[in-house]
Each structure stands twice: as C-alpha cells, then as structure tokens.
C-alpha cells in the first residue's frame, strides 16, 4: 500500500507532530522514523486538522453545469480544506429519485475530489405537495433529507414529512422561509432596502416556520436541523428547544456571521443570499449563539451562480454565493486568530458535529481512521482572489478581503486532492 509521512506538522495545540499514512487510513501520530518507503511531505510548521465537512453545498451539475458541477465543486471543497460535502437536492432534475441519486453516485465515482454525501428532496421536485417515498432513500443509504432552496409551506404536508421521515430514520434538513412574509424580497427590511428602494423581508419570515416545525418535532418527534440559521428569533427558538431536551440542532454560514445588511455597498448582488444578510441585532444573536453551544456548526452554503446571472440587478439576480473556498480561513482570522475560539472549537463545528449529528464517515485525526487532513499555513496572510477560485462560481462578498488559515494540502482518505503550487512539498 502508498505510504505518505508528513513530517514537522503542528497539532491544533501547537505541539510538533508527524503523520504517517498507508493506504487510505492513519496508521501513527507523533514523533515517527524509520520510514524510508513513504513517501515525506515536510509541513514545514503548517497546522494539520481533520478533514472539514460541509453539510450545505449546492452542486448543480446535470442540467446546471455551466453553474458548477461535481467535479469543479468537489475540486473548491478541496482547496477549502473539506474531504466531505453534502449536495442538495435542487439539482436539474431533482435529486428525488432513486434514478437520479444513481446518477449523481455515478458522477461522484468519475470525478469528485471529496467525498459527496447526497441529501435528497423530502417532497417531489422540492415543490411542498407531495411527500417522496422515503423508503427508497432509507434503502439507499441517505441519512437526511431536505427541500433547501424552499422550505415546506403547508402545514399538512410538513406533518405527513415528519411522520415518515420518522418511520424511515432520516433526519430533516428545513430551509425555513415563510413565503407568504419573505416574498421573495431580496434584501433584510431596514434602513439598506429603504435606500436601495427594494422590497425586504423580516426575520419573520424564517422564524414563524422555525416555530411550526418545532412544535411537529414536539408532537410527532424525529430529528430537525435548521440551515443557516439567520434571525434572532429563530435562535431563541432553537435555544429553547434545545432546553426542552428536543432533537433539534442547527448551522450558521460564515457570511450571517461576519456580515448584516448594513455593510451591503450599494445594489451589489454578490451580497444578495438566501436567506438575507439581517440586522445588526441578528448578527449579534447568531455570534451569541455561535459561542454559547446553540449553534451546532458551521455550514457555507455554497451556491454558484453565472456573472451573467449575478449582473441582473437586486430583483432579478439570482441568491446565493459561494463559500467553499474562503470558510476556514474566514472562521479562522475571525474567531480563532482573534481570540474568540479555540482551533478546538473550530474543528468541532466544522468536523466532530456533522459526524455527530448526520453519521458522516470521516476521519477526526486519531490512528486507526480514514487519512482525512488539511494543512493549513496559519502564518502567511492571502487576499481573497475570485478569478483564483476551483469552483466556476466567482459570486463572493468577500473579494480581497486580507485572511490568514488558508489550506495549503488537502488528504482524503490517503490521496492527495488539493496542493497548493507556492508550497514545495
């Protein structure tokens, strides 16, 4: 079997460390010698971490590869740091089938550079009416289910979803928007919809379907996560939840984090996300919950879109930006660098829980595991480059933004699937 050493690595205590890898798992962590058959990666003082999962990516492909597709998106997590994404289900044709989960198994084999988790739509062609039979996923091997993109609007059919998405043992994945109170509005209500003279939706709009399906989980019982979580009232909703002992989790984006919709300059459409950039206030909250433990992990709904299709204008420009590329070092600069968190408690939001939580089989850096690691130079700062990026969607609030964390080799399950060429390994 390959062998591959990584020498003079750090932990993410700082300690001095060497890896050595054989085949796809770790087989020894520390001071190690005496390998002359491996193959020697010198880290040169880099930081290795486990391997980052993203449980929010949004693939495209098939009918949308001029979007992304599996292999450019896979290729972005890649140079991200992530060995596991999750896709969702509002792909062209819809991931609602066994025929077209068998497609996306078959794409995933040719071309992917991570590993690809697919998480399939609870209802047909993600369209609320009617629920899919959950016993094709179940004896497929998926482990949540969800509509992302558009959340569940009638209350009848989100009971029937709970019901059998208990009977089946999947977990529900809620995009909550109530659309009747966002319609569609592009931008947060306040001050900065005001001045741009658009339509904005309150947090409301998430909340009140964050509430609803509390109260099924309550009733009917299950497992219920909420997707970028953007409100203030949702988070107390959550929080209160979490202190009734009910299975409801939830994640946060770095964009819902670090910005609201005060920092949005103008009708710039690479601020436009769904849901919106919210109020100071929400940013607050969110923070709050990040380090408080409501907030179970971090997530980057990473959603490519055209320049052509970005350059629409506020109204008509699609939502979404992408993310995979700029998270960790995002995360890292603002909460770790900072003094906020700890490198430990931002491999356990972007790692250990969405193992904990959804199963996902990925290694946590311990001997014995799959040979999933990023290594991450903590010292040299880079801009945020989007004509530099692996995924074709360029679409980032973020652009030039100086970071420091940015993954410099990414391993998964013992193959080499990123490297960045200014390192000479």
Not at 110 to 117: M, P
Not at 304 to 310: G, R
Not at 331 to 337: M, R
Not at 375 to 386: G, I, M
């Amino acid at each position: 079997m390959d062998k591959v050493l990584l020498k003079n690595a750090k932990d993410i205590f700082d300690d001095a460390v060497d890896v050595l890898i054989v085949g796809n798992k770790i087989s020894a962590i520390g001071e190690i010698h005496g390998t002359s058959d491996a193959r020697v990666i010198d880290a040169k003082g880099a930081t290795v971490l486990p391997g980052l999962i993203d449980m929010q990516v949004h693939l495209r492909d098939f009918a949308q590869a001029y979007k992304e597709t599996v292999r450019t998106g896979t290729m972005a997590a890649s140079r991200g740091g992530f060995t596991s994404i999750a896709c969702m289900p509002n792909t062209t044709p819809c991931l609602d089938s066994l025929e077209v989960l068998e497609k996306l198994t078959e794409k995933v084999s040719e071309s992917a550079k991570c590993k690809v988790v697919p998480i399939p739509a609870m209802t047909k062609d993600i369209a609320g009416v009617e629920v899919v039979d959950y016993k094709i996923y179940e004896d497929y091997g998926v482990v949540a289910i969800t509509d992302d993109g558009r959340g569940v609007q009638d209350d009848k059919v989100m009971r029937e979803v709970f019901i059998h998405a208990k009977k089946h043992n999947l977990k529900l994945m809620q995009h909550c928007e109530v659309e009747q109170i966002s319609q569609g509005a592009p931008l947060h209500k306040g001050e900065k919809s005001d001045q741009l003279n658009v339509l904005g939706q309150t947090g409301l709009a998430e909340s009140e379907m964050v509430k609803r399906d509390i109260d099924l989980l309550r009733e009917i019982g299950g497992h219920y996560h909420v997707l970028h979580i953007s409100a203030k009232e949702s988070i107390e909703h959550v929080r209160a939840a979490k202190k009734e002992g009910l299975n409801v989790t939830c994640e946060v984006t770095p964009h819902h984090l670090l910005l609201c919709d005060e920092d949005i300059p103008g009708a710039n459409t690479h601020y436009k996300m769904n849901p919106p950039l919210r109020g100071r206030a929400d940013l607050v909250a969110l923070n709050e919950a990040l380090l408080d433990g409501t907030i179970d992990m971090i997530t980057t709904d990473h959603a490519p879109h055209t320049e052509e299709e970005k350059s629409k204008g506020l109204e008509q420009a699609p939502f979404g930006i992408v993310g995979l590329e700029t998270a960790l070092a995002l995360i890292y600069t603002n909460y770790v660098k900072s003094g906020k968190l700890s490198m430990e408690k931002l491999v356990d939001l972007m790692c250990i829980k969405p193992i904990e939580i959804f199963g996902i089989k990925n290694g946590t850096f311990k001997s014995g595991e799959l040979a999933d690691l990023c290594l991450v130079d903590l010292e040299k700062p880079k801009t945020v480059s989007p004509d530099e990026f692996t995924s074709k969607g360029k679409n980032t609030p973020f652009t030039d933004l100086e970071l420091f964390g940015w993954p410099i080799l990414t391993i998964c399950e013992g193959k080499i699937t990123y490297k960045d060429e200014n390192y000479d390994f």
